[in-house]
């Protein structure tokens, strides 16, 4: 089965299903595992019960019915969904969650078979149909390859039969079903900054290792969750850069668009790069004080609505624009047997091209004049270490960061007098010459990969999500 994606400016990702014969666009969700649909429908059966799947924005809530789904050419009779009565959503549409079973609501309020997900039934009464799903979501404004997107049931998506030759990754499970994801552990140093060096970083999730974050693949995060020492790696060293709390988003760093950042995820010894147009965001309609526009980081200081002690961070939609999936039920399917393996996912990078992705970069937000020679990171030393990597420190703007440091600058420059200083300014700058990077320049041994994309917009709808 083969379901075309709309992607609607890449904020949300929809499929099409019918109950009793109603079409409703769906979003597509790996987070979460229940379906809901807000409008009426004709001739559904009802269990007497009513459920309720909490969002970090919103809530779905209302009676559980049962309607025949369809979902391209699977048929399900009886699907039991939540008929959304909360107001909080778009009458007409619904949200699929492609979640492991046990972290349904609806599964754990009817207490049997007749609660499992959509991709549970379908699994389990096409027996012969190997129980996978793929997602390849595309860019909306993707100058090299406009292409909205798939999901895929049984099969890969023709063309990318290699994902199922690509590194199993087991998923790491959690002692509360209701909390389990689609989640794997990131290598040791594999998260590679724009500088070309490992981010140091150290998790927080108990028997998953100290030095590898645990991470969950979403489809309804448009901006990946991350631990702030990630964030700050990415973004804190670029010139203008600064932590900026908009409301209905959160706290993100802002910057100039016109800097070209590349940095790197690996899993299993595998690279997955991130192309510049997915690190940044530049279609959030953001200003600077001077009514300037500025890009957004896509990857964001984990929010504390998204924050959990099972993992360490939500790579969502500007990073699975880069890796095509694969998910492998396993033995998540509800009844499966003893002999039925371990549950998996698998990631084939889209981005075979290095040249392609820098002239996408310049094509989209350099109107086609390449001027990224002219940006460099700013040197570490100026930048002041952040050694918390919790999601709750007090995140401060550049300047912010820096003002500790002015007494002593101002102090020292009193006593050295005026020639000094300017001496001293020029060995400053001297060495800052030396150290700075070029914002487009590969990390070393992570980005052999070229890469493609279109900038990934988000507005104050974060899509739905039970954390």
């Keep these: 089965m083969t379901a075309t994606l709309r992607d609607d400016g890449d904020l949300k990702y929809y499929t099409n299903i019918t109950l009793n014969d109603q079409v409703f666009p769906v979003?597509?969700?790996?987070?979460?595992?229940?379906?809901?649909?807000?409008?009426?429908?004709?001739?559904?059966?009802?269990?007497?019960?009513?459920?309720?799947?909490?969002?970090?924005?919103?809530?779905?809530?209302?009676?559980?019915?049962?309607?025949?789904?369809?979902?391209?050419?699977?048929?399900?009779?009886?699907?039991?969904?939540?008929l959304d009565e909360s107001g909080n959503n778009p009458k007409g549409e619904g949200l699929i969650g492609l979640g492991p079973n046990s972290g349904s609501q609806i599964h754990s309020t009817l207490k049997n078979a007749n609660g499992d997900t959509p991709l549970d039934r379908i699994f389990r009464q096409n027996t012969s149909t190997p129980n996978y799903l793929t997602i390849y979501l595309g860019r909306s404004d993707d100058p090299s390859d406009p292409f909205p997107g798939d999901l895929t049931i049984g099969h890969p998506i023709d063309g990318y039969g290699n994902v199922t030759s690509m590194p199993k990754l087991p998923v790491f499970e959690v002692s509360d079903?209701?909390?389990?994801?689609?989640?794997?552990?990131?290598?040791?140093?594999?998260?590679?900054?724009?500088?070309?060096?490992?981010?140091?970083?150290?998790?927080?999730?108990?028997?998953?290792?100290?030095?590898?974050?645990?991470?969950i693949f979403d489809t309804g995060f448009s901006l990946p969750q991350v631990?702030?020492?990630?964030?700050?790696?990415?973004?804190?060293?670029?010139?203008?850069?600064?932590?900026?709390?908009?409301?209905?988003?959160?706290?993100?760093?802002?910057?100039?668009?016109?800097?070209?950042?590349?940095?790197?995820?690996?899993?299993?010894?595998?690279?997955?790069?991130?192309?510049?147009?997915?690190?940044?965001?530049?279609?959030?309609?953001?200003?600077?004080?001077?009514?300037n526009p500025v890009c957004v980081?896509?990857?964001?200081?984990?929010?504390?609505?998204?924050?959990?002690?099972?993992?360490?961070?939500?790579?969502?939609?500007?990073?699975?624009?880069?890796?095509?999936?694969?998910?492998?039920?396993?033995?998540?399917?509800?009844?499966?047997?003893?002999?039925?393996?371990?549950?998996?996912?698998?990631?084939?990078?889209?981005?075979?091209?290095?040249?392609?992705?820098?002239?996408?970069?310049?094509?989209?937000?350099?109107?086609?004049?390449?001027?990224?020679?002219?940006?460099?990171?700013?040197?570490?030393?100026?930048?002041?270490?952040?050694?918390?990597?919790s999601s709750s420190d007090n995140d401060e703007s550049f300047a912010d960061k820096i003002h500790p440091y002015l007494p002593y600058i101002i102090a020292g420059s009193a006593l050295i007098g005026v020639a000094a200083l300017i001496g001293t300014a020029m060995c400053i700058a001297t060495s800052r010459?030396?150290?700075?990077?070029?914002?487009?320049?590969?990390?070393?041994?992570?980005?052999?990969?070229?890469?493609?994309?279109?900038d990934a917009p988000f507005t104050q709808y974060q899509p739905n999500r039970r954390y």
């Design 27 to 82: 979003l597509i969700d790996t987070g979460s595992s229940d379906l809901y649909v807000a409008g009426s429908i004709a001739g559904t059966g009802n269990t007497g019960k009513k459920g309720t799947v909490n969002y970090a924005i919103g809530a779905a809530s209302g009676p559980i019915l049962t309607a025949k789904m369809e979902l391209e050419e699977f048929t399900v009779m009886n699907q039991a969904f939540i």
């Design 227 to 291: 631990p702030k020492a990630v964030a700050d790696a990415f973004y804190s060293r670029v010139p203008g850069a600064q932590l900026t709390n908009y409301s209905g988003l959160g706290e993100v760093y802002t910057m100039p668009c016109d800097v070209e950042l590349n940095v790197t995820f690996k899993f299993s010894n595998v690279s997955y790069p991130i192309h510049p147009l997915d690190t940044s965001l530049s279609s959030l309609g953001k200003t600077d004080a001077l009514g």
């Design 177 to 215: 079903g209701l909390g389990q994801h689609w989640q794997t552990l990131v290598d040791a140093d594999g998260i590679i900054g724009p500088d070309g060096n490992p981010v140091q970083v150290t998790s927080h999730v108990k028997n998953g290792g100290k030095n590898r974050l645990n991470a």
């Design 297 to 389: 980081g896509a990857f964001q200081p984990i929010q504390p609505g998204a924050e959990s002690s099972t993992y360490d961070m939500i790579l969502g939609m500007a990073f699975l624009r880069n890796a095509y999936m694969l998910i492998n039920y396993g033995d998540f399917v509800d009844g499966a047997s003893s002999k039925t393996a371990d549950p998996y996912i698998q990631l084939l990078p889209l981005t075979a091209d290095a040249a392609e992705k820098h002239s996408d970069f310049v094509q989209v937000r350099l109107m086609g004049v390449d001027s990224t020679s002219n940006f460099h990171l700013l040197p570490v030393s100026v930048v002041p270490p952040d050694n918390n990597n």
């Design 433 to 454: 010459r030396k150290r700075y990077r070029r914002l487009q320049d590969p990390a070393p041994g992570g980005l052999e990969y070229g890469q493609y994309g279109q």
